[in-house]
């Protein structure tokens, strides 16, 4: 079974950084492609960052997130990373990473909570 475990968030000052894992089981991490989403209080679910599949060559951000966040990989510890620095309120929302077929399935981990505050 699947399974998509998230960790690393917590309550940081605006400006200030944290690295959020994700934790793959069950899959072998390095053939898909991963893809880091939030959701803030109130909105819809959206991708912010997109890793491609093996070595992770290729990467997309989301305008938003675009020159502070940096997603990577350790496909031998099945782990994808989401580096985020510059940290401002408006990014304060639940983190999730996913696969697009566990997310086609309806699948969702429980996700880390990012707030960002003074």
């Known amino acids: 079974q699947v399974q998509l475990v998230e960790s690393g968030g917590g309550l940081v000052q605006p400006g200030g950084s944290l690295r959020l894992s994700c934790t793959a089981s069950g899959i072998i991490f390095r053939r898909y492609a991963v893809t880091w989403y939030r959701q803030a209080p109130g909105k819809q679910r959206e991708p912010i960052a997109t890793i491609s599949t093996g070595s992770g060559t290729s990467t997309n951000y989301s305008d938003s997130v675009k020159g502070r966040f940096t997603i990577s990989r350790a496909n031998a510890m099945n782990m994808v990373y989401l580096q985020m620095n510059s940290l401002k309120p408006e990014d304060t929302a639940v983190y999730y990473c996913?696969?697009?077929?566990?997310?086609?399935?309806?699948?969702w981990g429980q996700g880390t909570q990012v707030t960002v505050s003074s």
């Open positions: 996913n696969t697009d077929s566990q997310r086609d399935r309806g699948y």
